[in-house]
Nanobody, 125 residues
Framework: VQLQASGGGLVQAGGSLRLSCAAS????????MAWFRQAPGKERVFVAS????????NYIDSVKGRFTISRDNAKNTVYLQMNSLKPEDTAVYYC???????????????????WGQGTQVTVSS
């Protein structure tokens, strides 16, 4: 499956952005999907994940209540709605896909076989 992330940009603190991740090649419903982010000089870290059906989601503590991951399997697209953005949310955001059946989506990079190219999110103070 090929992943194409989009929707990043420059926004002021407190603003909102919605990232999209379009899947092609194979149906996205066969994959657990996740968003990771990588700030300058730091390692890539997990942000959120969503189950194949969309019925189960997970978030890192720092984005709970502000970010929402969702998916539209009919459109082969996963979204990350980001509200109340903070300067510390500044990073390149990557979407990823895991084709293995797991009871709990992984929150580390290794299980995710497919990655999008990343989209830059910059939050100014």
């Amino acid at each position: 499956v090929q992943l194409q992330a989009s929707g990043g940009g420059l926004v002021q603190a407190g603003g909102s952005l919605r990232l999209s991740c379009a899947a092609s090649g194979r149906t996205a419903s066969g994959y657990i999907m996740a968003w990771f982010r990588q700030a300058p000089g730091k390692e890539r870290v997990f942000v959120a994940s969503i189950s194949r059906s969309g019925g189960s989601t997970n978030y890192i503590d720092s984005v709970k209540g502000r970010f929402t991951i969702s998916r539209d399997n009919a459109k082969n697209t996963v979204y990350l709605q980001m509200n109340s953005l903070k300067p510390e949310d500044t990073a390149v955001y990557y979407c990823a896909a895991d084709g293995v059946y797991r009871l709990v989506p992984a929150q580390i990079m290794a299980p995710y076989e497919y990655w999008g190219q990343g989209t830059q999110v910059t939050v100014s103070s």
